[in-house]
């Protein structure tokens, strides 16, 4: 049956904040081009989690006079601390010792998920027609192999493929131009990658995962403004990670943790990780007496430049963390993200307008200063695979000695998949109990997304070899998925004394970290039914 | 046949609530809002009465803020054909919503009045009720089943004894179980359509409602917390404790 298609100017694929600033931009330059932007989530923002610390410099280019427009950018950064934590010790790292690109006085603590919000509304105004609850689940090529469009997701179909009453075929969206803004591991994202060879001669991506929880604390203890980073405990010196804390509006504090996933010990538990690094003395006393309100974790790209893919194919360009614009020391990703919407835009409206190839973004965004960042930001990640303080020392002298301008680039070498070692040889890790008023376990973490799939529906997480979990992979890494889910989505139950491997599909919180770390890639990260997955206030 | 589908917008019912600190209510500010789901199986049984060629128009009318304008539109995306939206700001409270539905009654003269048989935000179940008894006509609440007769509707309820089968004459107003039956998909060609249907605005002064709440509301509050259960080792033992610890037997 074909299906019914809508035909647009440009279709965008990921309501987040470079998609948004696509859609924006390409209005403020041609108000007829008709665009459109698909979003997953049940409505923009329920599936952006990010930090964050917010750079307005691509924001200050897009809508120069955001601050008369009531937008949610409102607490500047006022103080900024960053502590090298020990078991029970932690020492304070003067911040004048940090590398420029770590300093964030002219920032913002914002919620990216508000931020979203209102891009969408700056959109609509424009005349952008925004379709939340809509994932693009289908790459469409013309004859000639050109991106020509996508293809929403059948609504209604139950567990077996079989339509229920309430089927709603899905829908052809043409485009002169597709731009794909999913984010981190994107899943038509990666079918282009490997469709065009985008990432031929680049490194290996690097990927991390990151939590975040909002927590509403006690006024006296709450800091508007202040900004902290941890690194060190509770992870060993082999392992990226660290920690942030933003002190927000209304008493809140954002608090979360990255984790690497080039990580080598099966028996790591990211989640385990954050939980107990919230039983830091210097951390407790800030959260004890308050309120967890929120919880979520989403897959980052931490490749940068070596493993940036080519952003440009026929028909379609591919910007944000979908390719991989993040800047990793200074741990952001949203100013890069929409700066790459802002050149996506740009590229198009010269390529509708007076047939430009497509091929321009390259050289656009070579001119930018989103490159420059990117060039001098390049050598950070790969650093610290010689270990934190081996990692740290390089860095100052990169970062603060020469300013990223050092004569070479260091390699990423493996993919985050080939990392683990077998679960025999690695030391296995006991997690202390959750105490249920700082450290909580997954279930009661989940609840809080409030993350629902319409039940009865295909399930989402796709195995290419269905016995590989409990034939290979329980047996060589004790399965990790176990532990790298922050959902709980993967669990190894035992039956009559037999091993079965459940995946509990209706929890997936859309983080991509089975699709990222699961060592050989067995598990692909499809669309579940629209509107599915967390619905995440102010994260 | 002209029906009137009554749709509210509530909180997600995904969404965990979040009682505000200082116990004046809940928190609604960046929350996902959706239409009160049996709302939406009210909205499905009456355009699927229209489909059968029984009804020839459906009219959604929402009573709320500017933004349950969302609500209707999503109401017009599934097949109803007009929407109205009487804007009233603050805590609307069931009677006063029927005494408004029954001034947009007054105007639009349905033959019938479907909406959810309660809202999940406050859970009163009042309004069609109240309704029926301002406009004297008869209804049929939780249904689970509804055939169009000629000049009446014969009801399955869903009560606690099983289902009851009424017949109702029309005009009537019936309020909708989460059984009726399964609402579609607003399709994306949809969505663009719902778009140009016009949404008429009306203000809740305008039709001479007072809303003022008759109810005070003197503090919310989380439930308190379940405690942790515990294992017994024999029947004996859970009578026991039954008896002596939990005194419920």
Redesign the interface.
């Given at each position: 049956m074909t299906k019914e298609s809508m035909e647009y100017d440009v279709v965008i694929v990921g309501g987040g904040p470079s998609g948004l600033t696509t859609a924006i931009k390409l209005k403020q330059l041609n108000s007829n081009l008709n665009v459109c932007v698909l979003e997953k989530a049940s409505e923009i923002g329920a599936h952006i989690l990010s930090g964050n610390v917010f750079e307005t410099r691509a924001l200050d280019e897009l809508i120069p006079n955001w601050r008369e427009l009531d937008s949610p950018i409102k607490t500047k950064v006022t103080k900024e601390k960053f502590l090298f934590l020990g078991k029970n010790k932690s020492l304070n790292w003067p911040t004048w010792l940090l590398p420029a690109v770590q300093k964030n006085h002219n920032n913002y603590i914002i919620s990216l998920a508000n931020l979203c919000r209102w891009l969408a509304e700056q959109a609509e105004t424009l005349g952008v027609e925004i379709f939340p609850g809509f994932p693009a689940s289908e790459i469409l090529y013309n004859e000639d192999g050109s991106v020509r469009g996508v293809a929403t997701q059948d609504m209604g179909i139950d567990k077996n493929g079989d339509k229920k009453d309430s089927f709603e075929p899905g829908i052809e969206l043409l485009g002169k131009v597709t731009v794909f803004a999913e984010g981190c591991r994107g899943h038509l994202g990666k079918q282009l990658i490997q469709k065009f060879e985008l990432n031929k001669d680049k490194d290996p991506q690097q990927y991390g995962i990151g939590f975040k929880e909002i927590w509403e604390i006690d006024e006296k203890k709450h800091e508007e403004g202040l900004v902290m980073h941890t690194a060190g405990w509770p992870l060993d010196n082999n392992t990226y990670g660290g920690s942030f804390m933003y002190h927000a509006e209304n008493k809140q504090v954002f608090l979360g943790y990255v984790i690497g996933l080039d990580y080598k010990n099966p028996h790591l538990s990211p989640f385990d990780e954050f939980q107990r690094f919230k039983t830091h003395p210097a951390i407790k006393k800030i959260i004890e007496g308050g309120k967890r309100i929120s919880y979520g974790a989403r897959a980052l790209i931490e490749g940068g430049l070596q493993s940036l893919p080519k952003m440009f194919m026929p028909g379609a360009l591919l910007i944000g963390c979908d390719a991989g614009t993040l800047n990793m020391p200074k741990i952001k990703g949203s100013h890069t993200a929409m700066k790459s919407g802002i050149i996506a835009a740009e590229t198009i409206n010269d390529h509708i307008s007076s047939g430009k190839n497509l091929s321009d973004y390259e050289k656009k965004f070579k001119d930018s200063w989103l490159y420059k960042e990117l060039y001098h930001a390049r050598n950070v990640k790969p650093s610290f695979s010689w270990g934190l303080i081996l990692g740290i020392i390089f860095t100052g002298i990169d970062q603060i000695l020469f300013r990223g301008k050092l004569p070479f680039t260091l390699k990423h070498k493996h993919a985050d998949h080939e990392t683990l070692k077998p679960a025999n040889e690695m030391p296995k890790i006991e997690y202390p109990k959750p105490d249920n008023i700082i450290t909580f376990d997954k279930t009661s973490s989940v609840y809080l997304t409030g993350t629902n799939h319409t039940d009865n529906q295909l399930v989402h997480l796709k195995l290419k070899d269905p016995n590989l979990p409990i034939n290979y992979t329980l047996e060589k890494f004790d399965e990790p998925a176990q532990r790298y889910c922050p959902a709980g989505v993967y669990e190894v139950q035992k039956e009559n004394d037999i091993n079965k491997f459940v995946i509990n599909s209706q929890n997936c919180i859309h983080c991509k970290t089975c699709d990222i770390k699961e060592p050989s890639q067995n598990i692909m990260w499809v669309t579940p039914e629209g509107g599915g997955g967390p619905k995440y206030g102010n994260m | 046949m002209k029906i009137l589908v009554a749709v509210k917008r509530v909180i997600?019912y995904?969404?965990?609530i979040?009682v505000k600190?200082d116990g004046s209510g809940v928190v609604t500010?960046?929350?996902?809002m959706?239409t009160n789901p049996p709302d939406d199986n009210a909205i499905e049984e009456a355009v699927k009465i229209k489909e059968s060629g029984k009804a020839k128009e459906v009219v959604a009318v929402s009573v709320g803020e500017e933004k349950a304008q969302e609500t209707v539109r999503k109401a017009l995306a599934v097949g109803a054909d007009r929407g109205i939206l009487v804007k009233a700001e603050g805590a609307i409270e069931p009677l006063a919503v029927s005494k408004i539905l029954q001034k947009i009654v007054e105007k639009e003269k349905p033959d019938l009045v479907f909406m959810g048989k309660q809202a999940i935000d406050d859970d009163c179940n009042q309004t069609g009720q109240m309704l029926a008894a301002l406009l004297k006509w008869p209804q049929a609440t939780f249904a689970s089943k509804i055939d169009v007769k000629d000049k009446s509707l014969e009801v399955t309820r869903e009560i606690d004894e099983g289902l009851e089968t009424i017949e109702v004459n029309i005009p009537a107003i019936v309020t909708c179980d989460l059984r009726l039956n399964?609402?579609?998909?607003a399709?994306?060609?949809n969505?663009?359509k719902a778009k140009k249907k016009p949404i008429e605005q009306l203000n809740a002064s305008d039709l001479g409602v007072d809303t003022k709440p008759r109810i005070e509301q003197i503090k919310v509050e989380e439930p308190p917390k379940r405690k942790a259960g515990i294992k017994v080792a024999s029947v004996e033992e859970l009578v026991q404790k039954l008896k002596n610890e939990a005194k419920v037997i």
């Amino acid at each position: 049956m074909t299906k019914e298609s809508m035909e647009y100017d440009v279709v965008i694929v990921g309501g987040g904040p470079s998609g948004l600033t696509t859609a924006i931009k390409l209005k403020q330059l041609n108000s007829n081009l008709n665009v459109c932007v698909l979003e997953k989530a049940s409505e923009i923002g329920a599936h952006i989690l990010s930090g964050n610390v917010f750079e307005t410099r691509a924001l200050d280019e897009l809508i120069p006079n955001w601050r008369e427009l009531d937008s949610p950018i409102k607490t500047k950064v006022t103080k900024e601390k960053f502590l090298f934590l020990g078991k029970n010790k932690s020492l304070n790292w003067p911040t004048w010792l940090l590398p420029a690109v770590q300093k964030n006085h002219n920032n913002y603590i914002i919620s990216l998920a508000n931020l979203c919000r209102w891009l969408a509304e700056q959109a609509e105004t424009l005349g952008v027609e925004i379709f939340p609850g809509f994932p693009a689940s289908e790459i469409l090529y013309n004859e000639d192999g050109s991106v020509r469009g996508v293809a929403t997701q059948d609504m209604g179909i139950d567990k077996n493929g079989d339509k229920k009453d309430s089927f709603e075929p899905g829908i052809e969206l043409l485009g002169k131009v597709t731009v794909f803004a999913e984010g981190c591991r994107g899943h038509l994202g990666k079918q282009l990658i490997q469709k065009f060879e985008l990432n031929k001669d680049k490194d290996p991506q690097q990927y991390g995962i990151g939590f975040k929880e909002i927590w509403e604390i006690d006024e006296k203890k709450h800091e508007e403004g202040l900004v902290m980073h941890t690194a060190g405990w509770p992870l060993d010196n082999n392992t990226y990670g660290g920690s942030f804390m933003y002190h927000a509006e209304n008493k809140q504090v954002f608090l979360g943790y990255v984790i690497g996933l080039d990580y080598k010990n099966p028996h790591l538990s990211p989640f385990d990780e954050f939980q107990r690094f919230k039983t830091h003395p210097a951390i407790k006393k800030i959260i004890e007496g308050g309120k967890r309100i929120s919880y979520g974790a989403r897959a980052l790209i931490e490749g940068g430049l070596q493993s940036l893919p080519k952003m440009f194919m026929p028909g379609a360009l591919l910007i944000g963390c979908d390719a991989g614009t993040l800047n990793m020391p200074k741990i952001k990703g949203s100013h890069t993200a929409m700066k790459s919407g802002i050149i996506a835009a740009e590229t198009i409206n010269d390529h509708i307008s007076s047939g430009k190839n497509l091929s321009d973004y390259e050289k656009k965004f070579k001119d930018s200063w989103l490159y420059k960042e990117l060039y001098h930001a390049r050598n950070v990640k790969p650093s610290f695979s010689w270990g934190l303080i081996l990692g740290i020392i390089f860095t100052g002298i990169d970062q603060i000695l020469f300013r990223g301008k050092l004569p070479f680039t260091l390699k990423h070498k493996h993919a985050d998949h080939e990392t683990l070692k077998p679960a025999n040889e690695m030391p296995k890790i006991e997690y202390p109990k959750p105490d249920n008023i700082i450290t909580f376990d997954k279930t009661s973490s989940v609840y809080l997304t409030g993350t629902n799939h319409t039940d009865n529906q295909l399930v989402h997480l796709k195995l290419k070899d269905p016995n590989l979990p409990i034939n290979y992979t329980l047996e060589k890494f004790d399965e990790p998925a176990q532990r790298y889910c922050p959902a709980g989505v993967y669990e190894v139950q035992k039956e009559n004394d037999i091993n079965k491997f459940v995946i509990n599909s209706q929890n997936c919180i859309h983080c991509k970290t089975c699709d990222i770390k699961e060592p050989s890639q067995n598990i692909m990260w499809v669309t579940p039914e629209g509107g599915g997955g967390p619905k995440y206030g102010n994260m | 046949m002209k029906i009137l589908v009554a749709v509210k917008r509530v909180i997600d019912y995904n969404v965990q609530i979040r009682v505000k600190d200082d116990g004046s209510g809940v928190v609604t500010e960046n929350v996902k809002m959706s239409t009160n789901p049996p709302d939406d199986n009210a909205i499905e049984e009456a355009v699927k009465i229209k489909e059968s060629g029984k009804a020839k128009e459906v009219v959604a009318v929402s009573v709320g803020e500017e933004k349950a304008q969302e609500t209707v539109r999503k109401a017009l995306a599934v097949g109803a054909d007009r929407g109205i939206l009487v804007k009233a700001e603050g805590a609307i409270e069931p009677l006063a919503v029927s005494k408004i539905l029954q001034k947009i009654v007054e105007k639009e003269k349905p033959d019938l009045v479907f909406m959810g048989k309660q809202a999940i935000d406050d859970d009163c179940n009042q309004t069609g009720q109240m309704l029926a008894a301002l406009l004297k006509w008869p209804q049929a609440t939780f249904a689970s089943k509804i055939d169009v007769k000629d000049k009446s509707l014969e009801v399955t309820r869903e009560i606690d004894e099983g289902l009851e089968t009424i017949e109702v004459n029309i005009p009537a107003i019936v309020t909708c179980d989460l059984r009726l039956n399964e609402p579609r998909y607003a399709s994306l060609p949809n969505i663009m359509k719902a778009k140009k249907k016009p949404i008429e605005q009306l203000n809740a002064s305008d039709l001479g409602v007072d809303t003022k709440p008759r109810i005070e509301q003197i503090k919310v509050e989380e439930p308190p917390k379940r405690k942790a259960g515990i294992k017994v080792a024999s029947v004996e033992e859970l009578v026991q404790k039954l008896k002596n610890e939990a005194k419920v037997i």
